[in-house]
């Protein structure tokens, strides 16, 4: 199902006008969930979220006041847009929906055409609101130079390193990206992905991003530099914090030491990253072993060591880029994401590739979440 | 959303939606919470009808288990379709919860 079509609730007694309207609206465009009692909208409720709510005032049973009461109760469906259809005039009617923060009520002698291009400017107006709410936002955060994914790539003795990043429908989300380089012997390389989406988790990124921060510096400062203790340390700390214990988030830790070629992996409810080796020509995946951080006190972190020969590569992924929609039906599909760029992988322009693949317009079309891609190559 | 049920030592928490996303994961907490709340602290949630699931809703589903473990109870899933349950896999929530194929005759 395209994204731009609207599902609109239709509840009403009248089977007739149900039909009516049914028919009227599907021809442009929209899907539309029949009710004919409050009971069924309910029923319906459980399970759909529609964009908007289109409902009688008075009905056999429940009402349509006493409809839009427990819709307005509910923390779910009290933001769908309410409109009232009624064949009463009567102006008391009128004013006590729109007190129950209706957005509007609809004559039923409307001609449908009308009843549909008013529903459009209430869907419109809307998302013209919801927009300019975001750019506001967007400015604010912009202004406090915040961002969870930096500017450009750093640059690093020996290797090429670089990222990609796709916001979701241009929210900014739950992933975040850093480099920390300490002196002139190694580079960390963070990933992680707050579970959640747009604003709520793009704002925990932040405390995320700031305890990891101190954890690597301050083990560093204590000669720590095992990526897995680091992130034992940073789960416990997530783990005690009164507000993050309930916010998840993933993490990938790497450690590049530079001279070597070695790096140093722990990761944290991540997924499995890619290593092709140039040598053999093929691509195998490192699985981390460590809980998402704040989960458990023990997060059973592990550290894997791979030493990089000249062409080496590695990649790192946030779950966005394994989400896939089928047929309408989202899904999570490690394999067909690697199966997706393992050909493109060893190649003179590896990370253009994969963006080619993975950021098309037509996949973009696909994304339910950010996206974020790590990229190692040993020169 | 829950449709709920007693089996033998524990309570079913049966999931009504297709799409365990970021729309329902409050709303899930909260019910959840509230049967925890009233004595039910070993759950098995039912994933049966559940075709996707998101990481909000997986935050949810964690929340909702270090508050039930905190009262000395345990939150299971069951019956997660192939690519939910790869996806526990991958990131490791199947460390973290107890994983039934069907919904079992005791939680243990």
Redesign the interface.
């Known amino acids: 199902m395209p994204q731009s079509q609207k599902k609109i609730l239709l509840v009403d007694d009248d089977r007739f006008i149900l039909m009516l309207f049914d028919k009227a609206l599907s021809t442009e465009g929209f899907q539309c969930l029949s009710a004919s009692s409050v009971a069924d909208a309910l029923e319906i409720l459980?399970?759909e979220?529609p964009d908007i709510i289109l409902s009688d005032y008075q009905m056999p049973g429940a009402d349509g006041f006493e409809f839009r009461s427990i819709v307005l109760n509910d923390?779910?469906l009290k933001n769908i847009p309410f409109v009232f259809l009624t064949s009463y005039t009567d102006r008391d009617m009128i004013q006590r929906g729109l007190d129950m923060l209706a957005v509007d009520y609809i004559d039923k002698e409307t001609p449908v055409a009308l009843v549909v291009s008013k529903l459009n400017n209430i869907l419109q107006a809307i998302r013209k609101q919801h927009e300019k709410s975001m750019n506001e936002i967007r400015v604010a955060a912009e202004a406090l130079n915040l961002s969870s994914v930096p500017s450009e790539p750093p640059s690093v003795e020996g290797f090429k390193v670089n990222f990609l990043y796709k916001s979701f429908e241009d929210y900014p989300g739950?992933d975040f990206i850093d480099f920390i380089r300490i002196d002139n012997r190694f580079t960390f390389m963070v990933l992680g992905?707050v579970?959640?989406?747009?604003w709520g988790?793009w704002f925990f990124s932040f405390n995320f991003l700031s305890y990891i921060r101190s954890a690597i510096r301050l083990c560093v400062f204590d000669g720590d530099l095992s990526t897995a203790s680091i992130i034992q340390k940073i789960n416990k700390v997530i783990f005690m914090d009164p507000v993050l214990?309930?916010?998840?988030s993933?993490l990938s830790l790497l450690m590049i030491e530079h001279e070597t070629g070695k790096v140093y992996y722990s990761g944290a409810?991540?997924?499995?990253l890619i290593w092709y080796k140039a040598n053999e020509k093929k691509s195998v995946t490192v699985n981390s072993?460590?809980?998402?951080l704040g989960?458990?006190l023990e997060g059973?972190y592990n550290e894997e060591v791979m030493e990089l020969l000249p062409g080496d590569q590695l990649i790192v992924v946030s779950?966005g880029m394994i989400d896939f929609e089928e047929n309408g039906?989202?899904?999570?599909?490690?394999d067909l994401f690697f199966n997706l760029i393992q050909p493109i992988l060893g190649n003179e322009g590896t990370l253009e590739m994969i963006k080619s693949v993975t950021f098309s317009e037509e996949k973009s079309k696909e994304l339910?979440?950010d996206c974020s891609l790590l990229f190692i190559e040993r020169k | 959303m829950l449709e709920t049920s007693q089996h033998n030592n524990y309570t079913v928490a049966k999931l009504l939606i297709k799409e365990a996303n970021l729309d329902v994961a409050d709303q899930f907490k909260t019910e959840m919470l509230q049967l925890v709340d009233k004595g039910n602290s070993q759950i098995v949630v039912s994933f049966e009808n559940v075709v996707y699931v998101d990481s909000s809703f997986l935050g949810a589903l964690v929340s909702v288990l270090k508050y039930a473990m905190s009262k000395g109870g345990d939150i299971a899933v069951a019956q997660l379709n192939k690519d939910i349950s790869n996806l526990f896999s991958l990131i490791r929530m199947n460390k973290v919860f107890k994983v039934y194929n069907t919904v079992p005759d005791v939680f243990a």
């Open positions: 459980k399970t979220l923390k779910r739950g992905d579970m959640g989406k747009k988790a214990g309930d916010v998840l993933t409810g991540d997924l499995p072993s460590g809980l998402l989960v458990m059973q779950d039906e989202k899904k999570s599909d490690y339910v979440d």
